[in-house]
């Protein structure tokens, strides 16, 4: 289909944090730490700390404590270790997202749990437990192979980052890339066209390549309930649906070849079903997001020159910034 008219503007810190780390761990360490001053990097952001621990200073009254490496400490049960509050008002006067780094097994480095409040808030915490919210939805839990990036592995690596943020703030996506393939997948979500009912129309997801294989693909969102969200207090999971016919989508039924009377590659818009018990039904739309072809490779730009409006990540596609995207 011919480029389509983005609904946003967008703002991007992409191609970054291509290097590696004297140790495994200290790799995980800085990808979070870019992701955390990238979202309150934007100009007009709508991204702030509402509070933070470092295994030893903690408090929800504004403080950032993840300052540098040694601020990020995994541990389990009752061990000190380290969580952040961030706050984003384009999805919600107090909309939270909260990430607490513990695991399940050692080491730990590749799990976190991730949870949402979507108006009330966190409140407590403390090196040795994580603050709670009335009304949170779990984004990840920390069992084993729970990756947030890419799980098992030891072994050092040169990942890149890529952080797009609308200028309203509704929409957030992260790309971690290593060795060829998009695998951590953070996004944070307005819903359009929704019921009138649906008063707080967000979805979010933080997944990776783990044991449960989440990352860009059709299969982790078109045929998996991945995707999060809240309605009253009913937590439900969603799914993102595409075009359709026979067994597959138009992207994987057709992806050899672009369509043969104009040579232009699917862009399939996104759309929003929920199979959770009082929300079943479709939802919504997403917004700048859309389904391509599971043949072409990691990385392609569209359209076929060198202004690279869009970047394919695994089967999806985002608006891009005209450079040229590392995938490594």
Same mark, same amino acid.
């Given at each position: 289909m011919p480029a389509p008219t983005l609904v946003k503007t967008w703002q991007h810190n992409v191609n970054q944090f291509s290097k590696t780390e004297p140790s495994y761990g200290d790799n995980y360490r800085d990808i979070l730490l870019f992701i955390k001053d990238a979202l309150l990097g934007f100009s007009?952001? #709508?991204? =702030?700390?509402?509070?933070?621990? %470092? @295994?030893?200073?903690?408090?929800?009254?504004? =403080?950032?404590?993840?300052?540098?490496?040694?601020?990020?400490?995994?541990?389990?049960?009752?061990?000190? @270790? #380290?969580?952040?509050?961030?706050?984003n008002t384009g999805l919600g006067a107090n909309w +939270?997202?909260?990430? $607490?780094?513990?695991?399940?097994?050692? /080491?730990?480095?590749?799990?976190?749990?991730?949870?949402? =409040? /979507?108006?009330? *808030?966190?409140? *407590? *915490?403390? /090196?040795?437990?994580r603050p709670t919210a009335t009304d949170e939805v779990q984004l990840r839990d920390a069992g084993?192979?729970?990756?947030?990036y890419a799980g098992y592995t030891t072994a050092l690596f040169s990942p890149v980052v890529h952080v797009m943020r609308s200028t309203d703030g509704k929409c957030t996506r992260v790309a971690i890339c290593y060795n060829g393939t998009s695998y951590g997948c953070w996004m944070f979500e307005e819903m359009v066209n929704v019921p009138a009912a649906l008063t707080t129309p967000w979805l979010a997801v933080i997944n990776s390549y783990s044991d449960d294989n989440g990352y860009w693909r059709y299969l982790d969102y078109n045929d998996t309930a991945q995707f999060k969200g809240r309605y009253g207090t009913t937590n439900y999971t969603a799914f993102l649906t595409s075009d359709f016919y026979g067994s597959a989508a138009v992207g994987q039924n057709l992806s050899l070849l672009p369509q043969e009377l104009t040579n232009e590659w699917p862009f399939s818009p996104m759309?929003?079903?929920?199979?959770?018990?009082?929300?079943?039904?479709?939802?919504?739309?997403?917004?700048?997001?859309?389904?391509? #072809? =599971? $043949?072409? +490779?990691?990385? &392609?730009?569209? /359209?076929?020159? %060198?202004?690279? +409006?869009? &970047? +394919?990540?695994?089967?999806i596609i985002l608006p891009w910034n005209g450079s040229v995207p590392r995938i490594r």
């Amino acid at each position: 289909m011919p480029a389509p008219t983005l609904v946003k503007t967008w703002q991007h810190n992409v191609n970054q944090f291509s290097k590696t780390e004297p140790s495994y761990g200290d790799n995980y360490r800085d990808i979070l730490l870019f992701i955390k001053d990238a979202l309150l990097g934007f100009s007009g952001t #709508s991204w =702030s700390v509402v509070g933070s621990c %470092d @295994k030893t200073n903690y408090n929800l009254t504004g =403080s950032d404590f993840w300052t540098g490496r040694t601020a990020l400490t995994w541990a389990t049960g009752t061990t000190a @270790k #380290s969580w952040i509050v961030l706050k984003n008002t384009g999805l919600g006067a107090n909309w +939270q997202l909260l990430l $607490y780094l513990t695991g399940a097994s050692s /080491p730990y480095y590749w799990q976190l749990l991730a949870y949402v =409040s /979507p108006s009330a *808030g966190f409140t *407590g *915490g403390t /090196p040795a437990a994580r603050p709670t919210a009335t009304d949170e939805v779990q984004l990840r839990d920390a069992g084993s192979g729970a990756g947030w990036y890419a799980g098992y592995t030891t072994a050092l690596f040169s990942p890149v980052v890529h952080v797009m943020r609308s200028t309203d703030g509704k929409c957030t996506r992260v790309a971690i890339c290593y060795n060829g393939t998009s695998y951590g997948c953070w996004m944070f979500e307005e819903m359009v066209n929704v019921p009138a009912a649906l008063t707080t129309p967000w979805l979010a997801v933080i997944n990776s390549y783990s044991d449960d294989n989440g990352y860009w693909r059709y299969l982790d969102y078109n045929d998996t309930a991945q995707f999060k969200g809240r309605y009253g207090t009913t937590n439900y999971t969603a799914f993102l649906t595409s075009d359709f016919y026979g067994s597959a989508a138009v992207g994987q039924n057709l992806s050899l070849l672009p369509q043969e009377l104009t040579n232009e590659w699917p862009f399939s818009p996104m759309g929003v079903v929920s199979e959770t018990t009082g929300v079943r039904g479709r939802i919504g739309t997403l917004v700048d997001i859309w389904w391509g #072809s =599971s $043949y072409l +490779q990691e990385g &392609v730009t569209y /359209p076929n020159d %060198d202004s690279r +409006q869009f &970047v +394919q990540f695994g089967n999806i596609i985002l608006p891009w910034n005209g450079s040229v995207p590392r995938i490594r």
